[in-house]
């Protein structure tokens, strides 16, 4: 049976007991600086089109990780807020690390106000705080308990602070691209699942625009003179819906319809909103590949079609590399006494990008929360210290055994 692991000649044990303990007490002793920390952040209205709010959020990141000896360039954008990257330099070889978390929610401006941080029953609550400001901050105490034991492993981490996540990141995906050129492996610090499953695979996406242009006619007195674009839309959203179950893990959805003008006149234009979501790169391209065709061959007579592809991210597959990462965070996980799984889910991140790009990631690595863009958003407290010991050993790990990009 293959295994990916052992493929690659990693140890189960390239991180002693006595570094998981010096990870384990620093951060303990640091959890009352990280909650006093979340609340600051949760407190801060910062839905991503809230500039002021998220660009907050980014020059606290951005100080914080001065402090630590970061070198900083900024992304300014003049509408939604800035990208902050921030660069640390360690003696750990040629491997280089790339750290990624969200500044943005999706909530409302005055919802601080509304429900501010609190916490009750082992959990932290407010908008944001599970998604992803908990994961933002595992981020940066992780590498302060790297630190504290002595020069980073890696010849170079890189922690970049994504404003625009919430939105599909826009803004931010080509800094992304850039920073993904150069490094060897990539945490994606989403929080993890309820049920504690960190990720490591996820779906690709790719939205399309199907614009129909019909003949507009007196439905009544004279529609033979008429080409409905409506009609070609149904046509077509029939036979893309039929596409569902040809692929495995492959959906094709037309999310909406909208055409048409009056009851009593032949539409004239029609729009169709389609989602595609696919597990494989291959399948994926098939799967565009299929639509595109469906979305031009009309059935009405004399209509005219265009297709846009709107946005897209390849799917973040499961590759050897990142299985054995995925197999060393349980290997640490059970050292460090709990219980630990990794998952596939159909929504995309910042994690499609990277690993699309070939650079060995996972993702989920905040810690475990649920309820993400709705009033009970939480937190597990307990899960902190943990999840955070979890990552700073999951990136001693990597850079000994050193995954490599396909």
Not at 25 to 37: M, N, W
Not at 89 to 98: F, P, Q, W
Not at 381 to 392: H, K
Request: glycine content about 10%; hydrophobic content about 40%; proline content about 5%.
């Amino acid at each position: 049976m293959h295994d990916p692991y052992r493929s690659y000649g990693w140890s189960m044990t390239s991180v002693t007991d006595s570094e998981l303990d010096q990870l384990r007490s620093f951060i303990t002793a640091q959890l009352p600086a990280y909650l006093a920390d979340l609340e600051r952040l949760v407190n801060i209205d910062c839905g991503t089109y809230n500039k002021k709010g998220v660009d907050e959020v980014g020059s606290w990141f951005r100080a914080q990780m001065e402090s630590m000896g970061a070198d900083v360039t900024v992304d300014h954008n003049a509408d939604l807020g800035d990208t902050v990257v921030c660069g640390l330099e360690g003696e750990g070889g040629g491997d280089h690390a790339l750290l990624i978390g969200h500044l943005d929610t999706v909530f409302d401006d005055g919802t601080a106000a509304e429900r501010p941080f609190s916490t009750a029953n082992g959990r932290a609550y407010g908008p944001g705080v599970n998604d992803m400001k908990a994961g933002l901050l595992t981020g940066l105490y992780a590498v302060r308990a790297l630190q504290a034991m002595g020069p980073l492993p890696f010849a170079r981490v890189t922690y970049l602070a994504n404003p625009d996540e919430e939105i599909g990141s826009p803004a931010s995906t080509p800094v992304i691209r850039e920073m993904a050129e150069h490094v060897d492996v990539c945490f994606v610090l989403e929080s993890a699942r309820d049920n504690g499953d960190i990720v490591s695979a996820r779906k690709g996406i790719a939205d399309f625009i199907v614009q129909i242009e019909g003949r507009a006619a007196h439905a009544g007195v004279e529609p033979e003179k008429g080409r409905s674009a409506i009609l070609e839309a149904a046509h077509k959203t029939l036979a893309l819906t039929a596409l569902n179950g040809r692929w495995p893990g492959v959906t094709v959805n037309v999310g909406t319809v909208s055409g048409g003008t009056r009851p009593n006149v032949i539409a004239e234009r029609c729009e169709l909103e389609i989602d595609l979501r696919a597990p494989t790169r291959a399948d994926m391209e098939t799967a565009e590949a299929e639509i595109t065709a469906i979305a031009m061959s009309n059935t009405v007579p004399e209509v005219v079609t265009t297709v846009t592809r709107r946005h897209w991210w390849w799917p973040m597959e499961k590759g050897d590399a990142t299985a054995a990462l995925a197999l060393s965070a349980q290997s640490l996980a059970a050292r460090l006494g709990f219980e630990l799984h990794d998952a596939a889910t159909g929504g995309a991140s910042d994690a499609n990008t990277t690993s699309g790009m070939g650079v060995p990631t996972l993702d989920g690595l905040g810690p475990v929360g649920g309820a993400d863009h709705a009033p009970g958003e939480y937190t597990e407290i307990d899960s902190i210290v943990p999840r955070t010991v979890l990552l700073a050993a999951l990136m001693l790990t990597a850079s000994r055994e050193g995954p490599r990009r396909t």
